[in-house]
């Protein structure tokens, strides 16, 4: 089992700047990929980005490519989400999530079984 527990969301003005944090324990994930989901009320959670197991290989979503930033850290069993120019239509309750063995991400939440409890984002505009 691993544990996740994201940090780092927040109200921020339109065209600001966060960074999420997911802190993970009770494994290592320096062997599989992890992702960064979305969801807000009334629609189905939304892959955001994702990255392999060694950070090398990343993915976004068309909506975030060129403003959001995936990265991690195996050293400190983490994982980042660096969010620029902030939108409205970024407004959600952010997750990480991890595959139970796989090194190479997926874009579809089923494919992950761990999952942290959120945290939320408000951009105000």
């Known amino acids: 089992q691993v544990q996740l527990v994201e940090s780092g969301g927040g109200l921020v003005q339109a065209g600001g700047s966060l960074r999420l944090s997911c802190a993970a324990s009770g494994r290592t994930i320096s062997g599989v990929a992890m992702g960064w989901f979305r969801q807000v009320p009334g629609k189905e959670r939304e892959f955001v980005a994702g990255?392999?197991?060694?950070?090398?290989?990343?993915g976004y979503a068309d909506s975030v490519k060129g403003r959001f930033t995936i990265s991690r850290d195996n050293a400190r069993n983490a994982m980042y989400l660096q969010m620029n120019s902030l939108g409205a239509e970024d407004t959600a309750v952010y997750y990480c999530?991890?595959?139970?063995?796989?090194?190479?991400?997926?874009?579809?939440?089923?494919?992950?079984?761990?999952w942290g409890q959120g945290t939320q984002v408000t951009v105000s505009s």
């Open positions: 990255i392999n197991w060694s950070g090398q290989t990343t």
């Open positions: 999530a991890v595959t139970r063995y796989s090194s190479i991400y997926y874009t579809r939440a089923g494919a992950y079984p761990f």
